[in-house]
């Protein structure tokens, strides 16, 4: 299992799955920059599924929320947000509705709950996989 830890946020590939915890920190747009390089190395600029615990954030900027809005689904075949703060669940709802990304994206109350429906996009990730390359030799 491999893990990255620093005073922001820790990451680890666990089946398939990159599991970000974001610290007690308030995001500015440095920090969101870095939350993102930092994830994007990690995965080896290989696109996995993403769950993001976010918890514990205190704060989010404007101008962070736009960079993850921009910029935030680099290499994610799926993004599960994970928090049961009342806070930080009104700040990820508004960021889901504004989002312009295709990547998938969801907030839920329970890390299993996450995993579950993380697992079924990237089944149907493979899934579609198989079939574009199948339809290729067709």
């Known amino acids: 299992m ?4 620093d005073d922001k946020l820790k990451i680890q590939l666990i089946n398939s799955v990159v599991y970000v915890v974001i610290k007690k920190i308030t995001i500015d747009l440095e920090v969101a920059q870095h939350i993102e390089e930092s994830r994007i190395t990690f995965q080896e600029f290989k696109a996995y599924p993403v769950i993001t615990d976010i918890t514990e954030v205190i704060e989010i900027t404007n101008d962070a929320r736009t960079f993850f809005n921009v910029t935030g689904s680099k290499f994610m075949l799926a993004n599960a947000m994970v928090s049961n703060s ?11 509705m504004l989002q312009r990304q295709e990547t998938p994206i969801k907030l839920f ?8 429906w993380v697992h079924k996009v990237l089944f ?5 996989s198989w079939t574009s390359f199948f339809k290729f030799w067709e």
Do not use: G, Q, R, W
Request: no cysteine; proline share 0%.
């Open 124 to 128: 149907k990730h493979k899934v579609s």
């Open 2 to 5: 491999e893990i990255f830890e």
């Open 86 to 96: 009342y806070y930080n669940t009104l700040i990820a709802n508004a960021y889901i």
């Open 109 to 116: 109350t329970s890390i299993e709950n996450a995993e579950k």
